[in-house]
RNA sequence: GUGGCUAUAGCACAACGGUUAGUGCAUCGGUUUGUGGAACCGAUGAUGAGGGUUCGAUUCCCUCUAGCCACCCCA
């Protein structure tokens, strides 16, 4: 990062050209387009959602399966569909060394089903029920929240067609989102399997065929290529036409009326809420029956806390009214990307993949979207925690024997911070106090003779010369103990914050 | 893929058609060769790329690239 070329140089054209050789380019490597690095300072955002992703699979009775970022495209143009924009235009694919045609997957439940195929997961007690995550891959246009490397998680149950299921699935979404503590609606339709869809589509078709002149040049392209988009337009004309359209619940045949009916039912003896919503269509093709999506909450930071304690003020509290007032204020973009995530019964993909046919219904989110909506609420994730100790030195014998110190210490299972490369105390002293250490130990020259070591509280800058030999077990007395009072003293100052 | 806005240091911002492109934070060093959360001093570091207009462009124009926003689509 830090290298910079000083060199200005052309930039190589974007298609390679037979008469752009492989000169050198000074040029300094950037991003690709769409894609985004993952700093440190933001590592523990991922690392909460993989745990709660993992915590809730875990008691939902869901192993881990990863599958390949690559897999042959025909997997996914069978899976996902050859009409959708997906297939036809955001797919990264490539030909291998052999000229098969490979790609970098769009999504992810196309793999797993691949996986439950090969690896003959139909002998396994059914349903089998499996999560994920990671990275996929769409060349679309950025924007917020959309990237063309963007991450998902996934919950999949496939072997079984049971209402329970679907409703179990839903649960789990919604319990998903609830634990993390983020607002957020169900939203949740059927569209029949594969004849009611048809059937349905025909109706929505002639519906809209007969009103063509009040549509949107959009609808007008949808109403061939993908009529069920028709639903979710946002122009306020084609709204209109929106309303007295006809809804999929309408055209369910029997049996798959039946089926909605009883995941619905399931889902209110669950107290799971929910929110019918009869213009609900998916976008990929293979989803059949029930389809849901879950939205955010409508993000109101106005509304938050409103005191009233203006006259406070002036007296006692400058800083950390300050402080909050800041917080308040700070603008909040509403993210335009309303869902975070979504999915459905995908009852006959097994079977359209070479499978004996295998009924299925899974859900995916999206992990960017959802640390959007986390830091746009501030939600609580944990602090990420600093580390106990930091080691400083003074001169190189002092660092010599420092070394061995940590390489000990760590051993024991401490967690030390350091700046070995540094000289003089106060540089270290800084480090220490930026990371948040609750005790650092100093050792030079005096200390290297008497075969000691210094000890200093960060929070009260007392310090003590010990031991060097009983350096460990005063380290754990003094963690021990601030433990307690710094969870006693955390407790006295939330009440006075109160107060 | 379509449209709109934008591009100055790691970050946040300033400036001007004209000498050396400023400030804050951050980073590094010093005031103190053994002490942090304060102060002071100093240093590193930038006009996204290419072309044009001009005596002179970071500023005006064009192209490219990237970012943001909306559409499309979707997570």
Redesign the pocket.
């Known amino acids: 990062m830090p290298y910079?070329s000083r060199e200005?140089?052309?930039?190589i054209p974007?298609k390679p050209t037979e008469d752009q050789p492989q000169e050198k380019s000074k040029k300094t490597p950037?991003?690709l387009?769409?894609?985004k690095d993952i700093l440190p300072e933001d590592q523990h955002y991922w690392d909460f959602i993989s745990r709660r992703v993992d915590a809730t699979a875990k008691t939902f009775g869901f192993g881990r399966i990863v599958t390949p970022v690559l897999e042959e495209t025909s997997l996914f143009v069978r899976s996902v569909g050859k009409e959708?924009?997906?297939i036809e235009?955001?797919m990264y694919t490539l030909d291998d060394k052999h000229g098969s045609s490979i790609s970098l997957r769009p999504?992810g439940t196309a793999g797993v089903v691949r996986a439950y195929i090969e690896h003959g997961m139909l002998n396994r007690p059914q349903p089998v029920k499996m999560f994920y995550y990671g990275p996929f891959f769409?060349h679309?246009?950025?924007?917020?929240?959309?990237?063309r490397q963007?991450h998902?998680f996934g919950f999949e149950i496939i072997g079984d067609k049971h209402p329970v299921l679907d409703a179990q699935m839903l649960m789990m979404t919604y319990v998903f989102y609830q634990e993390i503590g983020l607002p957020i609606s169900l939203q949740v339709n059927s569209v029949g399997h594969p004849e009611c869809r048809e059937d349905y589509k025909k109706v929505l078709v002639d519906y809209y065929k007969k009103r063509k002149n009040s549509l949107c040049e959009?609808c007008k392209n949808?109403l061939q290529k993908?009529p069920l988009?028709l639903l979710d337009?946002?122009e306020s004309d084609c709204q209109v036409l929106m309303q007295d359209a006809p809804q999929t619940v309408d055209y369910l045949c029997e049996e798959c009326n039946e089926h909605f009916v009883s995941v619905l039912e399931h889902l209110d003896g669950l107290e799971v809420p929910y929110v019918l919503n009869p213009r609900l269509v998916?976008?990929?093709d293979y989803y059949s029956n029930t389809a849901f999506e879950i939205w955010p909450e409508v993000y109101n930071p106005v509304e938050e806390d409103k005191d009233e304690d203006e006259e406070n003020k002036e007296d006692k509290d400058g800083e950390n009214a300050n402080e909050e007032t800041e917080k308040n204020i700070e603008p909040v973009?509403p993210s335009?990307?309303?869902?975070?995530?979504?999915g459905g019964r995908y009852d006959y993909l097994v079977e359209e993949l070479g499978g004996q046919p295998a009924p299925a219904i899974g859900f995916?989110?999206?992990i960017?979207?959802l640390i959007n909506e986390i830091k746009m609420r501030h939600i609580d994730i944990g602090q990420p925690t600093p580390p106990d100790i930091f080691v400083a030195q003074?001169g190189d014998e002092a660092r010599k024997k420092i070394l061995k110190l940590f390489s000990e210490l760590r051993k024991s299972g401490f967690q030390i911070a350091e700046s070995f490369s540094?000289n003089?105390?106060?540089?270290q002293?800084?480090m220490?106090?930026?990371l948040g250490v609750k005790f650092t130990i100093?050792l030079?020259?005096?200390?290297l003779i008497d075969g000691t070591l210094?000890i200093?509280d960060?929070?009260?800058?007392l310090?003590e010369t010990v031991d060097y030999d009983t350096i460990k077990d005063e380290l754990k007395k003094r963690l021990a103990n601030h433990g307690v009072r710094k969870n006693s003293r955390s407790t006295n100052r939330s009440s006075d914050n109160l107060s």
Not at 8 to 11: G, L, M
């Open positions: 910079k200005k140089s052309k930039i974007n950037q991003l387009r769409g894609m959708t924009d997906i235009k955001e999504e769409r679309d246009r950025p924007q917020a929240g959309r990237y963007f998902q959009d949808r993908n988009r337009c946002k998916r976008g990929l973009k335009s990307q309303s869902a975070l995530g979504g995916a989110g999206g960017e979207r003074l540094k003089g105390l106060k540089p002293m800084e220490a106090n930026k100093i030079g020259q005096k200390e210094l200093r960060m929070e009260s800058g310090q």
